[in-house]
């Protein structure tokens, strides 16, 4: 009989609290160190997972949770699914991973998998690459290696994987497929070796296995549900097998729920914090363990135990038996609370990251089996009740303001007066050309901030460093030949962080580091109360910039939405209130940045299409407070102030019309990669302001040369006319170096020259 879930989670960081991981990766990519270190770097930090899970007492650790760069990425590995073009690259299995993740050879060589967005969160996975060609076969080493690993320590772990369904979904069809071709026809195949990988796994002794479907959150056809049910079918029937939990998160399973009841598999997880309590008689469901995540996954906010406690009884009466679990992996959030010693007492008591969270859970499952846990009950309604009275969660002057707005706080004047007066006092020549605001985030420029941030440097030198660099940056635009300059933002650890620091509504963290993508992090900050900006954030060094150069200088902000996606908010007020608030204060920047004499203010909103909701019947809802906030942020100025917004890291064909509504007068997106595919959708949208789609793929260290930024420029304007086309890479250049931005950008510049 296999031992009871009770109480688990679905996932676990694995950075590294201090970034043990991301210095050993950065360290083993450079040569600086070798595979026996980066193999000591990984090991220890999962060793330290399960021993920390064990010690915080939760009854079912799992495995395989850790990841070198990806969990999307090591599914690719488990299934074969490896394409040609790296296998054939002869490389050991390790070298093949990262060739998959980072590309290889450099300029001229193998692209890696594409990068996209993690369903609506800030993490970002590999695309795998299925075709009619695809051979599948099990390489089971990583989760077997993992759960032999565990078990020396004397613990007992159920491997966790991307099931079969969710992976396909996941995919995109290798370039060249015939058309109609979709990674879910493989199913069977793929299906085979996951079969396969679980008798391998009961062989092994391994009790439960976790296979995640979060692709069955979103709204599927009838031929995708048919798809989970036959895999589940398939795999439940295995002769030999440990038991099964199917793990959905990020949202409810709506139509998937029936299937996945009816089905043989022993468990369901469930993401009871994004989702709701299932509605109606679910057939088959009495008869699974369903495990209840209800304690957020995705947030820092501390559990309302009792409420959690009550949707738990709920659930016991639906399903044949409950554990506890947290709504989602906490991949998403940071380790430990216990190392933020800075914060505030009382704003701490609110809070809980991953370690806090296993202990609720934990928590609940031993009140559910109805043991004395009032002490811990106790503690978190006195927290929760503090929170819901803190005078400093509120700010009247904000109130007001926001109930003070109406409809002609949100609208500029019509564009074409704008346009004129724009060119009218830019004087700009056709296709002009500009960057997206960062330049490289050089060693010398962190070392600088981090010497700033422990005292070793004081205010008047660190400033002094940073109008230095910028001073460089708008020289060096200048001698490229750039039209609208930018100042580089040095002076910024993170676009969003940078913001948080500067407003009131927000603390930031000292080690609240979660992984983006690799070995990429960010500090998201966290946004408990109402917001607003105290002073001016952007205006010294926007107009010193400006003070240097006769060009016009562009001023930098991030957007609204995108401060809120990238941050952990507040969730006792509804999103769309949170954002006007935000938006209010940015609006406040672009009017002090106009009355400063500048003239172009960039709105950053890359996150847009990142929050949009999974599901299509929540998405009005969304796209409604979202280019409302953007709106509010942005029309604050006269027609002579041209505002741009900038768009990335996404698919852009369901938040077109989205783009038409945020009503800027120019809009730089992403493109250079998809060779500007987006651009007829956006023509054919209607939407007849300036736009500059992505000539120069950032995400790569390859330098593009003249002859192609010309041919994608000659392709834009196929679609575009010349009087509306801008000329930029598609997102900033601070994760790039200069001796790979001088020579794209002369590449750039000159392309545009030869097209006008
Ligand atoms: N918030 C956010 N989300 C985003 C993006 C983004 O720009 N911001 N872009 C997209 C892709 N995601 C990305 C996420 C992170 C990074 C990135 O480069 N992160 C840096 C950290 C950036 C940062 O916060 N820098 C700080 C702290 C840097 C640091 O680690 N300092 C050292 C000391 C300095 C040194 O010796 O280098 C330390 O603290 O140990 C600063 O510059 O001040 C990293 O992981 O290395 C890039 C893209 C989507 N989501
Ligand atoms: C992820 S979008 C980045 C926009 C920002 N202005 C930059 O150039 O870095
Ligand atoms: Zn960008």
Redesign the pocket.
């Known amino acids: 009989m296999p031992r009871t879930l009770a109480s688990t989670v679905p996932g676990y960081p694995r950075i590294g609290p201090d970034r043990e991981l991301?210095r050993a990766l950065e360290a083993y990519w450079a040569g600086e160190s070798g595979r026996d270190e980066l193999d000591a770097a990984a090991r220890a930090e999962r060793e330290r997972t399960w021993r920390r899970l064990a010690a915080l007492g939760l009854d079912a650790v799992p495995s395989n949770t850790f990841s070198l760069y990806d969990q999307v990425l090591d599914a690719v590995v488990l299934a074969g699914a490896v394409p040609p073009r790296f296998a054939s690259l002869g490389l050991d299995g390790l070298g093949t991973y990262f060739a998959m993740a980072r590309g290889a050879g450099g300029a001229g060589g193998v692209a890696p998998l594409e990068l996209t967005k993690w369903f609506d969160t800030?993490y970002?996975y590999l695309v795998p690459e299925i075709g009619p060609a695809t051979r599948f076969h099990l390489d089971p080493a990583k989760p077997v290696n993992e759960y032999r690993e565990a078990r020396a320590l004397g613990l007992e772990t159920r491997p966790v994987l991307l099931g079969p369904a969710s992976l396909l979904l996941l995919s995109k069809p290798v370039s060249g497929a015939p058309s109609g071709f979709e990674p879910l026809d493989r199913l069977d195949d793929l299906v085979a070796v996951y079969a396969l990988l679980l008798t391998t796994l009961a062989a092994e002794g391994v009790e439960w296995v976790q296979l995640d479907e979060p692709a069955y959150v979103a709204d599927r056809t009838a031929d995708e549900l048919e798809a989970l049910r036959r895999v589940y079918e398939r795999l439940g029937g295995l002769a030999e097998r440990p038991s099964i939990l199917v793990s959905a998160y990020f949202g409810s399973l709506g139509d998937a729920l029936p299937v996945l009841a009816s089905s043989p598999v022993e468990a369901i997880g469930l993401d009871l914090v994004a989702g709701g309590l299932p509605v109606g008689d679910v057939p088959g469901l009495a008869g699974k363990t369903v495990v209840a995540g209800v304690v957020d996954g995705r947030n820092v906010w501390r559990t309302d135990l009792d409420a959690a406690l009550a949707t738990l009884r709920a659930v016991e009466s639906l399903a044949g038996a409950v554990a506890v679990g947290t709504s989602c992996s906490l991949l998403h959030v940071p380790y430990d609370l216990d190392a933020e010693t800075a914060l505030d007492p009382q704003l701490r008591s609110w809070l809980a990251f991953a370690d806090q969270k296993v202990a609720e859970v934990v928590t609940l499952a031993a009140a559910l089996r109805g043991e004395d846990r009032s002490a811990e009950f106790d503690e978190a309604r006195a927290a929760l009740a503090g929170r819901a009275a803190a005078p400093s969660v509120v700010d009247d002057g904000v109130r007001s303001r926001l109930a003070g707005l109406g409809p002609g706080d949100t609208r500029r004047g019509p564009y074409a007066e704008r346009a004129a007066a724009q060119r009218d006092r830019l004087g700009l020549p056709p296709l002009p050309t500009t960057t997206i605001g960062s330049f490289p985030?050089t060693?010398d420029i962190?070392?600088a901030?981090?010497a700033f941030r422990a005292g070793k440097l004081d205010r008047a030198e660190y400033t002094a460093r940073m109008r230095a660099e910028i001073e460089r940056v708008i020289r060096l635009q200048e001698r490229l030949g750039l039209d609208v300059l930018v100042h580089g933002e040095p002076e910024r650890?993170?676009?969003?962080?940078y913001f948080a620091e500067h407003l009131a509504g927000f603390v930031t963290t000292e080690h609240g580091w979660v992984q983006?993508?690799g070995?990429?992090?960010?500090?998201?900050p966290i946004l408990y109360g109402d917001v607003s900006r105290p002073a001016p954030i952007t205006v010294e060094w926007a107009t010193y910039a400006q003070s240097l150069t006769e060009r016009p200088v562009k001023g930098m902000l991030t957007g609204p939405v995108t401060i809120l996606a990238?941050s952990f908010v507040r969730d006792d007020q509804p999103l769309g209130d949170t954002a006007r608030q935000v938006a209010l204060a940015i609006r406040d920047e672009t009017v002090d940045l106009e009355a400063a004499g500048v003239g172009i203010v960039q709105v950053d909103e890359?996150a847009l299409r990142e929050l949009l909701p999974l599901r299509v019947a929540d998405r009005a809802a969304y796209l409604e407070w979202s280019v409302t906030a953007f709106q509010l942020a942005t029309s604050g100025v006269a027609d002579t102030t041209q505002v741009h917004t900038h768009l990335c890291?996404s698919e852009f064909g369901d938040v077109v019309a989205a783009i038409d509504g945020l009503d800027a007068d120019v809009t730089s997106i992403e493109a250079a990669r998809s060779r500007m595919e987006i651009v007829p959708d956006v023509a054919a949208s209607g939407f007849d302001r300036g736009i500059g789609p992505g000539v120069y793929d950032i995400h790569s260290p390859r330098v593009p040369g003249t002859d192609e930024v010309e041919a994608l420029l000659r392709r834009a304007l196929a679609d575009i006319p010349g009087d509306r086309l801008w000329v930029n890479p598609d997102c900033g250049l601070k994760?790039r170096t200069y001796e790979q931005v001088e020579p794209a950008l002369t590449a750039l510049v000159a392309a545009a020259a030869r097209v006008r």
Do not use: E, I, L
């Not at 650890?493 to 962080?497: H, K, P």
């Not at 070995?519 to 998201?524: D, E, F, G, L, T």
């Open positions: 991301k800030n970002h985030q060693g962190r070392r901030r981090a650890n993170d676009m969003v962080q983006s993508y070995s990429r992090c960010v500090r998201p990238w890359p890291y994760t």
